[in-house]
């Protein structure tokens, strides 16, 4: 009997938490919603980055065909590397720099595709802590300084397509 009347207690209580803990889950998931997006954008951002690293050294070719993997120009390769982590970009450079939604130079995140030159004529991505990932000339998919140099004097403005 005493054995019934337990089993009967923690059944109740095992069914009040399970009730309690989804009800605040329930109130909670309007907050927990906007940290979902950011966790997740920030997790494709870290694929595409690091597919992109799989390509370092890989030369650049201006007008290289799209999905070609042994050389690359800007666009192609953000497009490639966005387009294997399922995001879908379009080809040129001036036509990426349309997309999403603009992004200050001073809140660029990774992931953020940053444009140069006026009007627009080159691409990167954002890989954090000041550096770009990119491809031009001769050293191909190289990773360079954002904030120094011929790069910061370029820099035209910044889309978040994540």
């Known amino acids: 009997m005493k ?22 889950l329930f109130l909670a998931s309007g907050s927990t919603q906007a940290a979902s997006v950011t966790a997740s954008s920030s997790s494709v951002a870290n694929r595409i980055i ?4 799989q390509f370092m050294g890989v030369p650049y070719k201006f007008g290289a065909k799209t999905g070609n993997t042994s050389s ?19 080809r040129s450079s001036k036509q990426q ?5 603009f992004v200050p130079r001073s809140q660029l995140q990774p992931g953020d595709l940053v444009f140069f030159y006026s009007p627009i004529h080159h691409v990167a991505v954002y890989i954090g802590n000041g550096k770009i990932m990119h491809t031009y000339g001769k050293p191909g998919v190289t990773i360079s300084d954002l904030n120094s140099g011929s790069w910061s004097k370029r820099y035209a403005t910044a889309r978040r397509v994540l």
């Open 3 to 24: 054995f019934t009347h337990l089993t009967k207690t923690l059944a109740v209580v095992g069914m009040s938490l399970t009730l309690f803990f989804s009800g605040s």
């Open 50 to 53: 690091n597919t992109g690293k």
């Open 72 to 90: 690359f120009d800007c666009s192609s390769f953000t497009q490639y590397i966005f387009k294997q982590n399922g995001v879908s970009i379009p």
């Open 97 to 101: 720099s349309k997309v999403g939604t």
